[in-house]
């Protein structure tokens, strides 16, 4: 018996529905009532979520998605098909349950646009939205065989625009026009797994898709951890420096290597007061804007004038030798509202309204639910008071630590006498020891702290730091009994500023692991060697 025979299927009508071919026809004057549905429709567990808004104009082949050429993003922040078709993917090919959301724009076009689910070599699944007769058709593709599994004819409104969403969870497939379902599918032998993408049919219209989002159910994820790029910045245009190939890398891999979040752990310009360093910066970091949430801990570099306090240039202004979060927070470079705006499913405030050195966020990925905060250089007392209070509030939730100097390369704290100190020429700004024993200790619930800062190597052999980076990493059990998990990277003394590496923490909640890789997206190569290559075993992920 061919897989189609045992095809069970339920269409919920919004008018008239065909379910593989056939039609119900209600009598003139009457809507017949839709069958009752199968029951809730089923979620996405342990899912990582992967957005796209097409707001910063990247071409969508440089940014994660793969497929046929000339598919457009336009200054409208929608992404255009060409005008004969075509059809575009992201995401791995194993990829199981799956749920998409998506605006659909016709402008009056008829060409129909489509999602694409389980996307694989066994074929995919393709939800149709046809504008015109306002119809849905959901199509199971194999090689040259199309099958229609069921249509829907939906009340077409405005038919300018449209939410679709699409969802295939275990071997149910659903659908929902602007919120109201519309299909709801049984196929017992569903198609096993696959990526997910969108097309649309041959048209001069006008017909584009905005903000897609994506969850889709994996049993592991990455956190992208970005270290002092300081040194990318001076000398380098926006689009061709260092900085930006890293975030490039970040955005063309976020759904095929899982990525649910980058971290950046500070001294992100190497002079607060010059603009042209933090314009590349800027521009560096809105690669990821609306594609994958971030989180900035700023450093130093980002907050003090060392030299002569600024002020005015371009509107920026630091004091000498004082820690000074204006420059980080002005339009334009990374305060609170571009930040929120980048990522709004997973922004969760600030310590201080718009100032985003103190900042929470929320990610949730692989049914790991994530707190991560934000501590500028040399947090005061009331930093730690509030980051703390916002992490007994989160007891329930992982959390992550982003700080800038925190640990230093032998795995002892900053601020302890035998490591050297930044801090002390500034009086209530606190290192290390201070936020281990005021935040990290008491909070039962935070399970690793990110880092960097630390240029220079304090192990026995220095000329290492040219090979290995500045890297270090401790475990240190908190006053609940738990182990904190401390990591160092810092790659600015290697050649070319940093050589372009970055770290990649794979976590694994079913076994309780963290592995560590270091990568360069400009070297195209792993640091191999044992500090910048190990795994964290035991890692409590409750």
Not at 40 to 69: I, K, M, Q
Not at 165 to 187: C, K
Not at 356 to 384: C, K, N, Q, W, Y
Not at 400 to 406: C, E, F, K, S
Request: contains cysteine; neutral net charge; proline residues 7%.
């Amino acid at each position: 018996m061919e897989p189609f025979a045992q095809l069970r299927t339920i269409a919920l009508l919004l008018g008239c529905a065909a379910v593989a071919g056939g039609c119900a026809a209600a009598s003139a004057g009457e809507r017949e009532a839709p069958p009752t549905p199968r029951g809730p429709v089923p979620t996405v567990e342990r899912a990582l979520t992967v957005r796209d808004d097409f707001a910063n104009g990247d071409d969508p082949l440089r940014s994660g998605w793969s497929g046929d050429p000339g598919w457009r993003v336009h200054g409208d922040g929608a992404l255009y098909p060409p005008a004969d078709g075509g059809a575009l993917r992201i995401g791995p090919d194993t990829w199981r349950d799956e749920a998409v959301r998506v605006r659909l724009r016709s402008a009056g076009d008829d060409r129909p646009l489509a999602v694409r689910l389980r996307v694989g070599r066994d074929g995919e699944y393709r939800l149709t939205w046809q504008p015109g007769p306002g119809a849905v058709e959901l199509d199971r593709i194999e090689g040259d065989t199309h099958r229609t599994l069921a249509t829907a004819h939906v009340d077409a409104g405005s038919s300018d625009a449209a939410v679709l969403d699409a969802q295939a969870v275990g071997d149910r497939l659903t659908a929902a026009v602007d919120g109201r379902p519309v299909l709801d599918v049984l196929d017992e032998h569903a198609l096993p797994a696959g990526a997910v993408g969108v097309a649309a049919g041959a048209g001069a219209g006008p017909g584009a898709f905005d903000d897609v989002r994506i969850r889709a159910t994996v049993d592991d994820f990455t956190v992208a951890v970005l270290p002092d790029t300081q040194y990318y910045t001076p000398h380098a245009a926006p689009a061709t420096s260092t900085f930006t190939a890293q975030t490039t890398w970040l955005a063309q891999h976020r759904a095929t290597d899982g990525i649910a979040v980058a971290l950046h752990t500070g001294d992100v310009v190497d002079d607060v007061c010059a603009a042209a360093q933090w314009r590349v910066a800027s521009f560096a970091m809105r690669r990821l804007d609306g594609k994958l949430p971030y989180a900035i801990a700023p450093g130093n570099r980002d907050t003090i004038a060392y030299e002569d306090a600024c002020a005015g240039e371009a509107g920026y202004v630091a004091r000498r030798h004082t820690v000074d979060t204006r420059s980080f927070n002005r339009r334009g470079n990374f305060p609170a509202a571009r930040q929120r705006a980048a990522a709004p499913e997973t922004w969760g405030g600030t310590m201080r309204p718009g100032d985003a050195s103190e900042s929470v966020h929320r990610v949730d990925a692989g049914g790991v639910p994530l707190t991560i905060l934000t501590l500028p250089f040399g947090p005061d007392a009331a930093a730690l008071r509030w980051a703390r209070g916002v992490a007994r509030r989160d007891a329930d939730r992982v959390g992550i630590l982003v700080t800038h100097d925190y640990l230093a390369a032998d795995g002892r704290l900053r601020g302890d006498p035998r490591t050297q100190s930044t801090l002390a020429s500034l009086p209530g700004q606190l290192e290390g020891r201070e936020i281990w024993r005021r935040l990290v200790a008491p909070a039962p619930d935070l399970r690793l702290v990110l880092s960097g800062h630390v240029e220079q190597c304090q192990v026995r052999e220095p000329r290492a730091c040219r090979v290995t980076g500045v890297v270090g990493r401790s475990a240190r059990r908190n006053d609940a009994g738990r182990d904190v998990h401390a990591l160092l990277a810092d790659f600015q003394n290697r050649p070319d500023g940093g050589g372009g590496y970055l770290r990649l923490l794979r976590v694994i909640p079913a076994r309780h692991r963290i592995e560590v890789r270091t990568y360069s997206p400009t070297l195209h190569r792993y640091l191999t060697d044992p500090r910048n290559q190990f795994t964290l075993t035991g890692v409590d992920l409750r």
